[in-house]
């Protein structure tokens, strides 16, 4: 009772994530040949595609319904990347819609300008609860490309943590049924703290259109 009061009270587009006065925590999920050497080394290694667009999550378990817990192929490492918040909301504040919506944007011309133009690209997915189910209320999904996924890779990010070992235990007790043991190794993701006026232009529309597939990309 108490999860369905509180997925009511939560607004609809929200950034929720684990976050300090200082950085953001986003997750990816990588195979282990670029995973596991970000993680030992800190940082994203020279292989890592610079000039392909990228996507982060803030939410965990968006992430495990993305990564299937780790478990799909291409994507059994998953990735803790704490990123700058200044890189993260410099990102959101150069970043325009993924999709066109009628009525938000001046015409479809003037999207695909700002698309083709913009560094980041964001979408609002539904949330999901511990068995990846669809919450009624969404999570930021922000794309990374040109400008945004060098600095993302070699300056904004601050610590890249491997907690594919996490995943498989959450997984594990959420299979067993102890959903409460589970919600207690999750991230503490708490609503993010948003200058004013910084997602304006990502949210102004509240209708379900503001949700699209996310595109086949780098993870």
Request: glycine share 6%; hydrophobic share 35%.
């Amino acid at each position: 009772m108490e999860e369905t009061k509180s997925a009511i009270d939560e607004p609809k587009y929200r950034i929720r994530a684990l976050h300090t006065d200082r950085t953001v925590t986003v997750y990816q999920a990588y195979r282990p040949e670029i995973g596991l050497p970000a993680a030992r080394e800190g940082r994203f290694p020279a292989t890592w595609k610079r000039d392909r667009m990228t996507w982060i999550k803030p939410s965990f378990l968006w992430m495990m319904y993305r990564s299937g817990w780790g478990t799909k192929e291409g994507q059994e490492t998953v990735l803790a990347v704490e990123i700058t918040r200044e890189g993260f909301e410099w990102a959101l504040r150069n970043a325009c819609l993924s999709h066109y919506e009628r009525g938000f944007h001046p015409d479809q011309a003037a999207w695909k300008r700002q698309l083709r133009q913009a560094p980041a690209r964001v979408q609002w997915d539904p949330e999901r609860d511990p068995h990846l189910q669809a919450l009624p209320y969404r999570s930021l999904q922000l794309g990374l490309s040109g400008e945004a996924s060098r600095r993302y890779a070699d300056e904004w990010t601050v610590s890249v943590r491997d907690v594919t070992p996490l995943a498989h235990r959450i997984h594990g007790l959420v299979r067993s049924g102890d959903l409460a043991a589970a919600r207690l190794l999750l991230p503490r993701e708490e609503p993010y703290p948003e200058p004013a006026g910084l997602l304006d232009h990502l949210r102004r529309g509240q209708g379900p259109e503001l949700s699209r597939p996310e595109p086949v990309s780098a993870p």
